[in-house]
């Protein structure tokens, strides 16, 4: 039996976040994979991109916010180009940074980082944790 869920379906505040924050429809998504076989870091994700969407279609967000799969998505837009119906999966992930940053979650401060470890730190989270402080 297929299970067809709609928009209409979920009554979700933090959904209709995601929604509004990134301008993308999560019930496009009919889990070709698609998304998820181009990652280049989905070996590194515990929650793989299309299984993203498909929580997000049930509703399930707080599940996505507390996965690393959102900090460890790269923003490299293969999914988003592989995505047969246009969904442009970088842009969700980058609306589930932005609910948790906006709640204070995930935030990384530069100054209060040791010395040593910044050395080891890829340069782009760097980047990143200063253009969400000065933005």
């Known amino acids: 039996m297929y299970l067809e ?34 990652c280049p870091v989905v070996d590194y994700m515990d929650i793989t991109p299309n299984q993203v969407l498909r929580l997000s279609q049930y509703g399930s967000i707080e599940e996505i916010l507390k996965s690393e799969t959102i900090w460890v998505c790269s923003t490299c837009l293969q999914c988003s180009t ?37 050395d080891e730190l890829p340069p782009i989270l760097l980047v990143c944790a200063m253009r969400k402080l000065t933005g």
């Open 5 to 38: 869920i709609s928009k209409k379906d979920i009554n979700n505040e933090l959904v209709q976040k995601i929604h509004e924050i990134s301008g993308q429809n999560v019930f496009d998504c009919y889990q070709c994979g698609n998304c998820s076989s181009g």
């Open 82 to 118: 592989r995505c047969p119906k246009g969904i442009d999966v970088a842009k969700l992930m980058e609306a589930f940074r932005t609910v948790n940053l906006r709640d204070g979650v995930g935030v990384v401060d530069p100054d209060h980082l040791e010395v040593e470890n910044k």
